[in-house]
């Protein structure tokens, strides 16, 4: 017992097997503490340099940090908005389907591909993204800026190889939607049999019991799935460093070859090559990162736990 | 084997709560006491503390004395671990480990503490602790298959087979039968009247029918509202409690007028 | 909330044969449209996908249009809500179907015995195989592994034997931090912590593990800690009470009974590591010949493999894919079994008997 309930009380005798075995479980856990304070602090010791280096050797345009690291921070949340704005209504969809429209029998084998989906592992998301949709999807770009094209989003001139920002979006979105999915289907589960009912029994149709019980009842939990699947998105990798046709810029436009890319890929892309103060200004990109992944995760966590405090079932 | 506990003006506390208050009573060896009373009265709590189970709780802690053969368990250099050798105890919901199998569930006091046994003294041992749990004629050809694979009942004396398999002295039971069909119930209350003759039985029960039938000495214990700790009433010859008691509270609870 | 319960228009509804029908004949409209336009030359091949897209929203357009005007607006809007609901289920499947097919189809090209007995050593063009990255991958992994696994279980078991209080609310915290670590910052935190000691161009197997592991350790707590919770509590009090210690009972009583979970928590916690790229590309770096030796030289894994052959390929483009969806066939299957093997592990080590 590593805390004593009441000092004043005598302590028994430990058998040294005991604080043996409660100290390495000790040690493991703090171990955790300790590599969670590596990892910040090697990597602010990596990248202070960038901060405080000569603005010309930092970045091309001699500006400094700052102005090389905003459009990567552009870059990434844009397309990890764009990613969850297709996720996130798919997810629902499947989400709902799995708990009130698939059969029981079938549920559980449904939500078994769905699971696959997240075990693909992200570089072959990435050759698939590159060699099969980019490809499929060109000609509806070129459809789009020819059509639409008035709307900024869809202005030209249009990529020639399908290797836009709304392709890596269309790729982040199919990886995120899994994690969306199983959180709001757990979520959905659970919605109080009672409250589904009571909506059936004053005559509502499934969709209307749907909207009455189910969502209102979920509504925390999806906010804190998409969350997560926000934060996944934001620091996935090699998706967007496979498909991306890249540049520092920022610009909205979806469908053209200048496409702002994302911290995370930009790192990957050039760390292989990087030296000197180039590798510390990739760490330090690494930090921005982990912030804004950090507060998008501890924004979710704070909804969960929020939840956990007035849904008083148990 | 069996040894004599005295308790000295013992208070159990969950934190700052008082669960039970001020109890003093001696328990004479190879004796089956039962202590009964209503639910939340203190009695199991008390029973826990009889070989220091009651401290896993979080919080939980003891003050005052208790004596087995003179040596108190709550002595500051007393190992827990060691007093729970000595005081054995039986669960109210039949608890064998579903990962053992029946012989394993046996050997389990010996096996969990890493001691060495040869195979034929293992064999003796789990062949004596199944007769004297009154098992051993009905898994003796099956001693490999999960303890899970049996009954309810058969399960519980498998448990006792297991607590007696340490040869403790003194043998705890809580609420042993409750869990139980009235035919099983029978075999252990019989069980309980063979151990008396090796071990200091110890048992809590709702039934006052079994505390009459098994027990030698009944201890009445009663609370006086939510909130306030469980005491001590009255403690003597189970036929005096039950047909003369001298405490009114006593009488009510026996002749069914509450609990 | 819309609930006036205007009058039903009769008691009429459509009927499943109905429904079927306007299945069908949405999907003939469509693929006869995406057929003229192969047809007439306006596109190359038959576009599946374009084909059961168009089915799609036609058919939800059209039972809704039928449903407003025979069953009236509440009922339609229902079947509109099924309509999307089941159509998103099979939006999502498009992909997953499209990346093994593809997986498969172009993978299986190279699928043979150069490709598990031979390295890229000397290899320009066709030839040479993926062996090199196979072995890499699993030294890195198993590596990751031995580090991730005692950790991830003895930071568990503190929790849920041992910890109370502050600590043990804050690394609960913090693991849930660890989770959300983009797989390339733990990269990143991998080599800044092994330039420190051997300079920045270190590119070593065993940075790779460590960079993994910080992935690995809290997908590992998280499921070992659910699995331990759900240890009924009986059992620790039955060992207690016979006199074990309290460490025992824990090693030889708690762990036992959960060990299903727990190893099927790190085989999920494998195959989610073992894809992994970015950390790696970081810190293993890449080589075409054999390296054993975890502690020293460039490693090649599979997922960089897969990666570098996509993005370096050389003049015999063609030889070059097909190793990369070979290399990403090889992966997908590794994964996959892993996800199977533990489902069937967790069914078989479950304890058995019911109380």
């Known amino acids: 017992m590593p805390v004593a309930p009441s000092a004043t009380r005598p302590r028994s005798r430990q058998r040294p097997g005991d604080v043996l075995f409660s100290g390495a479980a000790l040690a493991a856990g703090i171990l955790i503490l300790v590599a969670l304070a590596a990892v910040t602090i090697f990597l602010i010791a990596q990248a202070l340099p960038a901060f405080t280096a000569n603005p010309a050797d930092v970045s091309k345009d001699g500006r400094g940090f700052w102005s090389f690291v905003v459009p990567l921070v552009f870059g990434t949340i844009w397309a990890a908005a764009l990613a969850l704005l297709i996720a996130l209504p798919l997810s629902i969809g499947i989400a709902l389907f799995i708990s009130h429209y698939a059969p029981r029998r079938v549920a559980v084998t449904l939500g078994y591909i769905v699971d696959l989906l997240a075990a693909v592992p992200s570089v072959v998301f990435g050759l698939w993204g590159i060699t099969v949709l980019a490809p499929a999807m060109q000609p509806v770009y070129v459809w789009l800026v020819d059509n639409l094209g008035w709307i900024p989003l869809f202005a030209g001139p249009v990529s020639g190889t399908g290797r836009t920002v709304l392709t890596v979006a269309i790729v982040l979105a199919v990886m995120i939607l899994p994690i969306i999915t199983a959180l709001s289907r757990e979520v959905f589960l659970q919605t109080p049999r009672l409250h589904e009912e009571a909506a059936l029994a004053l005559g509502a149709t499934r969709w209307e019991m749907i909207r009455m019980a189910v969502l209102p009842f979920g509504r925390p939990g999806l906010i804190s799935a998409t969350m997560l699947g926000l934060g996944r998105a934001l620091g996935e990798t090699m998706a967007v460093a496979m498909v991306l046709s890249p540049s520092v810029i920022i610009s909205f436009a979806l469908l053209t070859s200048q496409n702002p890319t994302t911290i995370a890929a930009n790192i990957a892309l050039n760390f292989p090559e990087a030296s000197g103060i180039g590798v510390n200004v990739l760490i330090a990109t690494g930090l921005v990162l982990f912030l804004i992944t950090l507060l998008v995760n501890s924004l979710a966590r704070f909804i969960i736990n929020r939840r956990k405090d007035f849904s008083g079932a148990n | ?259 | 909330m819309a609930l006036v319960l205007s009058a039903p228009p009769a008691m009429r509804k459509l009927s499943r044969g109905t429904l079927w029908a306007v299945v069908a004949l949405s999907l003939l409209l469509s693929v006869g449209f995406f057929s003229l336009l192969v047809l007439s030359g306006a596109s190359k091949d038959f576009n599946i996908v374009g084909a059961i897209l168009v089915a799609v929203i036609l058919y939800i357009i059209v039972t809704f249009g039928m449903s407003r005007f025979v069953e009236g607006r509440r009922k339609a809007t229902d079947r509109l809500a099924t309509a999307l609901v089941t159509s998103a289920f099979i939006v999502a499947l498009l992909p997953l179907v499209s990346l093994v097919y593809t997986a498969v189809a172009n993978g299986i090209n190279r699928f043979d015995g150069d490709f598990f007995n031979s390295s890229m050593r000397n290899v320009v063009g066709a030839g040479g195989g993926g062996l090199h990255a196979i072995v890499g991958t699993l030294e890195v992994t198993a590596a990751a592994t031995v580090i991730s696994v005692p950790i991830g279980i003895m930071t568990a078991v503190y929790l849920v034997e041992y910890g109370k209080g502050r600590l043990s609310r804050a690394i609960t915290v913090l693991v849930d931090v660890m989770t959300g670590i983009p797989s390339i910052v733990a990269g990143l935190f991998a080599f800044a912590l092994f330039a420190l000691f051997f300079g920045p161009g270190i590119r070593f197997g065993i940075g790779g593990a460590v960079a993994l592991s910080v992935l690995m350790i809290p997908v590992v707590v998280r499921s070992t800690e659910e699995m331990l919770k759900i240890v009924p509590n009986e059992l620790r009090e039955a060992s207690l009470a016979l006199g074990v210690p309290k460490w025992l009972t824990v090693v030889k009583v708690v762990i036992p009974t959960a060990i299903g979970g727990i190893i099927t928590g790190v085989m999920i916690a494998i195959s989610r590591i073992i894809g992994e790229t970015a950390p790696l590309l970081i810190i293993c770096g890449m080589s075409t010949s054999m390296n054993y030796d975890l502690f020293s030289g460039r490693m090649a894994t599979l997922p960089v493999f897969v990666y570098t052959q996509y993005s370096n390929q050389g003049t015999d483009t063609q030889a070059y894919l097909d190793r990369a969806w070979t290399g990403a066939l090889v992966l997908i299957l590794i994964v996959m079994v892993l996800n199977i093997l533990a489902r069937i592990l967790s069914k078989i080590l479950a304890p058995k008997g019911s109380r």
């Not at chain 2, 039949?94 to 060495?116: E, H, Q, Y």
């Not at chain 2, 749990?133 to 050809?141: C, F, G, P, Q």
């Not at chain 2, 036929?239 to 009510?252: L, Y």
Request: hydrophobic content about 35%.
């Open chain 2, 1 to 259: 084997m069996s040894k004599r506990i005295e308790v000295r003006d013992l208070n159990v506390f969950y934190g700052n709560f008082k669960a039970v208050a001020d109890v003093s009573l001696t328990i004479e060896p190879k004796t089956v006491t039962a202590f009964i009373g209503p639910s939340g009265c203190g009695k199991s709590t008390f029973l826990r503390t009889l070989n220091r189970m009651h401290e896993v709780i979080p919080g939980a802690y003891v003050e005052g004395e208790v004596l087995i053969d003179g040596e108190n368990l709550y002595a500051a250099n007393t190992d827990p671990v060691e007093v729970r050798r000595q005081v054995g105890m039986v669960f109210q919901r039949p608890n064998p480990f579903p990962t053992m199998s029946i012989r394993d569930n046996v050997l389990a006091g010996v096996k969990l503490n890493n001691n060495r046994i040869s195979k034929s003294d293992a064999d003796d041992l789990v062949k004596k602790s199944l007769q004297g749990a009154n098992l051993w004629k009905e898994v003796k050809d099956r001693l490999d298959k999960p303890g899970s694979s049996l009954s309810g009942g058969q399960q519980q004396r498998l448990c006792i087979a297991r607590a007696i398999a340490v040869s403790p002295d003194v043998l705890l039971m809580d609420e042993p039968c409750s869990a139980l069909d009235p035919i099983s119930t029978l075999a252990i209350e019989d069980l309980i009247d063979e151990l008396k003759s090796d071990f200091t039985i110890v048992i809590v029960t709702h039934n006052m029918q079994q505390a009459s039938r098994v027990s030698d000495k009944t201890a009445f214990f009663n609370i006086e509202g939510t909130g306030m700790p469980g005491r001590l009433i009255e403690y003597g010859d189970t036929r005096t409690i039950f047909e003369r008691p001298s405490v009114q509270a006593t009488e009510d609870y026996i002749s069914g007028r509450f609990g």
